[in-house]
């Protein structure tokens, strides 16, 4: 089993519809949850960082934590053509930089 | 500021030959990582080094090779090159203690 777990997709949704991605992790250890957005083609970028449990908001983007439940969302909301992209998720633990990543969610809106 | 940046861009080799992938940060920080990437296998650990002059194997390091030049640069050596080591290739860098990884554009590898 693999520390992390994402759905592979691919998730297609029509502009403008809220988008759920998400991923579940088996270490309790974790701590530190993030999103990486990666177009095709081009490295993975940051787009959201929160630690411990709870919610992080920036924008259109909601990053959501649930430790209880080791589970990890990303929602997107008004989704727009240039929200597809692969999300991967990738989690750490205290005082280690190594990341685990998730497989990634391949996304498309549909215009 | 160019971030993280890798040469080549794309690579063909045939079975048993050599070359190294390049990587360079001009952010300053100590930890850089090489990733591959496989479809259905996300972004697996090769090596990282977390400071000059220190290198550690990942959770896929067999038939790779890694040199820490300096601050800056960490290079990726595959000695003899298998078809199973067709893949896209990131570098990353981050700062010591920080979890955020800065990823370069990426090498595509073929290997005939």
């Known amino acids: 089993q693999k520390e992390v777990e994402q759905d592979p997709g691919p998730l297609s949704v029509p502009e403008g519809a809220i988008v759920s991605l998400n991923c579940t992790y088996s270490?309790?250890?974790?701590?530190?949850f993030m999103w990486y957005r990666q177009y095709s083609r081009k490295g993975p970028e940051l787009l959201m960082y929160t630690y411990s449990s709870g919610n992080k908001e920036d924008g259109r983007f909601t990053a959501q934590v649930d430790k209880s439940s080791k589970y990890i969302s990303l929602f997107i909301r008004d989704s727009q053509p240039s929200d597809s992209a692969t999300y991967l998720c990738?989690?750490?633990?205290?005082?280690?930089?190594?990341?685990?990543f998730g497989t990634g969610t391949r996304l498309t809106i549909i215009p | 500021n160019a971030g993280v940046t890798q040469t080549p861009k794309f690579q063909v080799l045939k079975t048993g030959q050599s070359m190294t992938l390049q990587c360079a940060q001009d952010m300053n920080h100590n930890s850089m990582y090489w990733y591959r990437q496989d479809p259905g296998m996300g972004l697996r650990l090769i090596y990282y080094s977390a400071s000059e002059g220190t290198t550690d194997k990942g959770e896929v390091p067999n038939g790779y090779n890694v040199s820490r030049l300096n601050k800056r640069e960490f290079s990726l050596r595959l000695e003899s090159a298998a078809p199973s080591q067709t893949s896209v290739y990131f570098c990353?860098?981050?700062?010591?203690?920080?979890?955020?990884?800065?990823f370069g554009p990426g090498t595509r590898l073929t290997v005939l």
């Open positions: 270490n309790s250890a974790f701590q530190y």
């Open positions: 990738a989690t750490s633990n205290f005082g280690n930089e190594k990341l685990t």
């Open positions: 990353a860098s981050t700062r010591a203690s920080y979890n955020e990884q800065f």
